[in-house]
């Protein structure tokens, strides 16, 4: 078998490449949910199974280590086939079984220690799979440890997030209803981590990324407007993000810079939008600075400072990048001046 991630690409992927996609969003969201119905199961359904079948007290730690030994084991080997051949059609395949058994738990008929058995094997297979699978494929795009770091790096701190957050969710949700709603809360996100996967193409990041050619005519704004704006106004900086991405694609096309869809999206996801913030703004920043340098002019931003303040108070960094934006964009619309200099 030769693998996909061995392939004639000469292209490689950047973070802006891959956020722009839906194949990496496919991938996150459905390791995400994977991931908090692993945790659901591990918080949860423990107990129940343990009443079911009268597992002691004592065997809990073995429960644990089996989990693990198939994470571990089984998992490594099912990513690496997948990788080798089709890595979404296998990744359906678990996702699949995983959302069935889930569902066959909450039959009333089946037996109590099968659906132990299987729920606590493929369930947790799936989760690691997609462990595995998600650093092996972003890893074979190609765009080097920034892309990677970026990438992957913001799908483990949501994933993490994510699964705890739904832990203190069903264990509200059994305090109110039984054991059994644990049970709906998982199979639940495992059929909605199966249709994210359904979508995500075959190819995955094998191919050369598509073309993000979408720009728009820069307009000149008020830094301190647009920054208040960002600041006080319901959805303006997901509006300020979308258009800025456009007009900076306009003046110097880059695929170091998002799709203007891509930044609008990641700015209403929760947790992501403030972990990719700061990367996004001080990204514009070596964009102007390279549009500078093309135009024999001293560089106009430092990226470090703009990140800084993306931390510390957005508005200030959103001022920042307009203010040069609007500079940028007047020299570019007057050929004659940026030759003279």
Not at 85 to 113: E, M, Y
Not at 115 to 126: D, E
Not at 285 to 312: C, K, M, T, Y
């Amino acid at each position: 078998m030769k693998s996909l991630l061995a392939s004639e690409r000469c292209v490689p992927w950047t973070w802006a490449d891959l956020l722009s996609t839906y194949r990496y969003w496919g991938l996150f969201t459905a390791y995400s949910l994977a991931f908090a119905a692993t945790q659901t199961l591990y918080t949860f359904v423990f107990a129940r199974y343990r009443e079911l079948v009268e597992l002691r007290v004592e065997s809990f730690g073995l429960v644990l280590a089996w989990t693990h030994v198939v994470w571990i084991l089984l998992a490594l080997l099912l990513a690496w086939i997948a990788i080798r051949t089709r890595p979404v059609r296998v990744l359906l395949i678990a996702a699949t079984l995983a959302t069935a058994v889930s569902f066959a738990a909450l039959i009333p008929g089946i037996s109590p220690k099968l659906a132990f058995f299987l729920t606590y094997t493929l369930i947790p297979l799936l989760s690691g799979m997609l462990m595995i699978l998600f650093v092996a494929l972003l890893a074979g795009s190609g765009g080097g440890y920034q892309t990677f770091l970026v990438t992957f790096g913001v799908a483990w701190a949501f994933g993490q997030l994510l699964y705890y957050g739904i832990s203190a969710l069903t264990g509200a949700l059994v305090s109110a209803y039984g054991y059994a709603s644990s049970s709906w809360v998982i199979s639940v996100l495992l059929l909605l981590a199966l249709i994210c996967l359904a979508f995500v193409r075959q190819d995955m990041f094998t191919i050369d990324p598509p073309q993000r050619g979408r720009s728009f005519l820069p307009v000149n704004r008020d830094p301190v407007a647009a920054a208040l704006l960002a600041w006080f106004v319901p959805f303006y900086l997901v509006y300020w993000l979308y258009r800025i991405h456009g007009e900076e694609a306009h003046i110097r096309p880059s695929r170091q810079l998002l799709s203007p869809r891509a930044a609008a999206w990641i700015a209403v996801v929760p947790v992501v939008d403030a972990l990719l913030f700061p990367i996004m703004l001080s990204t514009l920043a070596d964009q102007h600075n390279e549009v500078a340098e093309a135009a024999g002019i001293p560089r106009v931003q430092r990226p470090w400072a703009v990140f800084l303040w993306s931390v510390l108070f957005a508005p200030v960094a959103i001022g920042l990048i307009q203010s040069n934006l609007n500079a940028l964009a007047g020299r570019a619309a007057q050929p004659e001046t940026v030759a003279a200099s």
